[in-house]
């Protein structure tokens, strides 16, 4: 069965066809970054209308580059949430619509099960059980996985997700949009071992994440240096250090509590280099396997819903022809297909 994956939860129109038995058969996406960049950070009335703009565009060559006509698409998966509601409206829309003019099923997709997912669709995928962590701009979670469905939130942020304290913490250093990969960047030419920063939540059990107060000494710091680049990029070095070192020694606490041996991450920021760097060395202490998706599905995308979907729809999920979408979603409150 082909499955045609369409994702609108933010500012990345990704669209995709995945068959059953053969795989990912042609994938497209579309990033809006040029255009929120003079805004320092995404403007969700834009966003949605870049995704009315460019959606059936990218569907229609998506079904080009992977050789199928409509007739031979037999399900829809769509990005219902979380995510800002005027672009999950675009997508869920459209889908609902092509699903109903196509008579044949679609089904709503949580945007972070789809990244939670994204390394099944690598070559050597991961087997289950295993603990994964999420990190994007949005969410950091350690999760246990069970299967496709089953999943228990093992931890959390508290306030600012991983990514959200990147960017902000970018902007603080004066660096464009979006300034995860830009810090990442300057940390490189930062000195280690002049400045000190604290691991938040480490010297205390549980697996929950704080990342607000890092922020707050990131900003004390700066204020504290003359604010050239070589301060800027210790500054940022150090940040990252911190957050990727917090990281590290949460999924380490959770392998370790959950007596499992593989580690899946996923999301935006685990295309960090670093932080793969540094997990993987962990898994190595441990024994144990981690998996990433490669470097281009780690972001928002198409292939990730398309894949997450088709699993729904093998086992036998129908929805009904309602246009529905969550901002808010938590991802403990799915359940298996």
Request: proline content about 6%.
């Amino acid at each position: 069965m082909n499955v045609l994956g369409i994702e609108t939860s933010c500012d990345e129109t990704g669209v995709a066809v995945y068959h059953s038995e053969r795989g990912l058969q042609a994938h497209a996406l579309y990033s809006q970054v040029q255009t929120h960049a003079d805004y320092g950070g995404v403007v969700p009335e834009l966003a949605s209308r870049d995704h009315v703009r460019k959606l059936i565009p990218l569907i229609r060559q998506v079904l080009r580059d992977a050789g199928t006509e409509a007739d031979r698409i037999g399900g829809i998966a769509y990005t219902a949430g979380p995510g800002l509601i005027g672009a999950l409206l675009v997508g869920a829309s459209v889908a609902r619509s092509l699903a109903w003019a196509w008579n044949i099923p679609s089904v709503a997709v949580h945007h972070m099960e789809g990244h939670l997912l994204a390394p099944l669709l690598e070559p050597d995928p991961p087997e289950f059980p295993f603990v994964a962590l999420l990190v994007s701009g949005g969410h950091t979670q350690l999760v246990r996985v069970e299967g496709v469905g089953a999943y228990e939130l093992l931890g959390e942020s508290l306030d600012d997700a991983a990514g959200e304290a990147f960017d902000k913490t970018a902007k603080m250093l004066g660096l464009g949009y979006p300034g995860g990969p830009a810090l990442a960047r300057l940390a490189e030419k930062g000195a280690a071992g002049r400045f000190e920063f604290p691991r938040p939540m480490t010297d205390r059990p549980g697996l929950d994440f704080s990342f607000s107060g890092l922020k707050t000494h990131t900003l004390t710091t700066l204020a504290n240096t003359a604010g050239e680049r070589q301060d800027r990029a210790d500054v940022a070095h150090a940040f990252q250090e911190s957050v990727v070192e917090t990281l590290v020694i949460k999924c380490r606490r959770a392998l370790r509590e959950c007596g499992l041996t593989r580690l899946v991450v996923a999301g935006g920021v685990s295309a960090n280099l670093l932080m793969r760097r540094r997990l993987a060395e962990m898994a190595n202490e441990e024994a144990c396997l981690v998996h990433f998706p490669r470097l281009e599905f780690c972001t928002d995308n198409g292939a990730m819903i398309a894949f997450a979907g088709c699993q729904r729809l093998l086992n036998g999920r129908v929805e009904p022809l309602e246009i529905r979408a969550w901002p808010r979603w938590p991802l403990d409150e799915l359940k298996p297909p």
